[in-house]
C-alpha cells in the first residue's frame, strides 16, 4: 500500500494505535499461571471493543485472536492450555483490520526471573529493531534495513532468523513489498516509495537462523534450538524518515 490521502493515513493510524494498545496490555497481563488462551482473550476483547477483526483468524483461519509464541516457539503460536512459567520468555504478534486497512506489532516478553542474557536479548532484540527503522525513509533502499540489522547482530554476537521476512501491508495483510528482508540481501534493489507501507520485524536469537514448522500447521520453532525475539513495528516510508503507526501513546 502506498498512502494518498489523508483519509488512508488516518485510517492506518487507528487501526495501528489499536493493536499497538492491545499488544501493550497483554504484555502487562502475562504472568506465571496464566496460559496462552487467557491472554488470547485479552486481546480479542480489546480488538473486537475497539472494532477490529483479528487479522490471522479472518485471513488465514488461524485459530486464535494473536499469535502467542513461547520459548523454542517464535513465530505463530497457537493460544491454549500451555501455562506461562516463572522464566518463560513469550512473543506476541498482534494484526487486525478495520475499515478496510491493516496494523502489524509484536514484542517479547521476559517473565521474571530471567539470566541477564536473555534480558539483554530482549534488549537488543528492540535496539535492532530500531537499527531497521532508521533506515526507512522515502527514496532510500530497502536493503538498508537488512545491513542495518545485519551490522547490529554481527556487532553483539547474535544470528538472525532469515526465513521470517518483513513485509508490504495495508489493504491486505500481507502485500507488495513481500519478503523484505532483517537481514543483509546483496540481491535486495527495490527502493522505498513515498508513502509505502510495511513492517520492520527482525528475528534476533542466541543462535538460530531459520523458522522450521512443528506438529501442527502454524507453531514454527527456531533451528537450531536458541532463544530469539522479535519486535515489530508498522510504519509509514515518508521524506522525514519513518512514520510509527502502532505506537500505543
Known sequence: ??????????????????????????????????????????????????????????????????????????????????????????????????????????????????TRAVERLCKDGRRAMWAGLREVGAGRPLAGIGKAVGAFARKNGYTLVRNLASHGIGHSLHEEPKEIATWPDASERRVMREGLVFTVEPFLSLGAEHAEDGDDPWTLYSEPRALTVQYEHTVVATRNGPLILTLAG
Do not use: W
Open 1 to 114: 500500500m502506498v498512502v494518498t490521502s489523508e483519509a488512508e493515513l488516518a485510517a492506518l493510524k487507528e487501526i495501528g494505535r489499536i493493536v499497538a494498545v492491545t499488544l501493550e496490555a497483554m504484555g502487562k497481563a502475562i504472568e506465571p499461571g496464566i496460559t496462552t488462551a487467557e491472554l488470547d482473550a485479552i486481546g480479542r476483547a480489546l480488538l473486537e471493543g475497539a472494532g477490529a477483526r483479528s487479522a490471522p483468524e479472518s485471513v488465514y483461519g488461524f485459530p486464535g485472536a494473536t499469535c502467542i509464541s513461547v520459548n523454542e516457539e517464535i513465530a505463530h503460536g497457537i493460544p491454549g492450555a500451555r501455562v506461562i512459567q516463572p522464566g518463560d520468555l513469550v512473543n506476541i504478534d498482534v494484526s487486525a483490520e478495520k475499515g478496510g486497512v491493516f496494523g502489524d506489532t509484536g514484542a517479547s516478553y521476559a517473565v521474571p526471573p530471567v
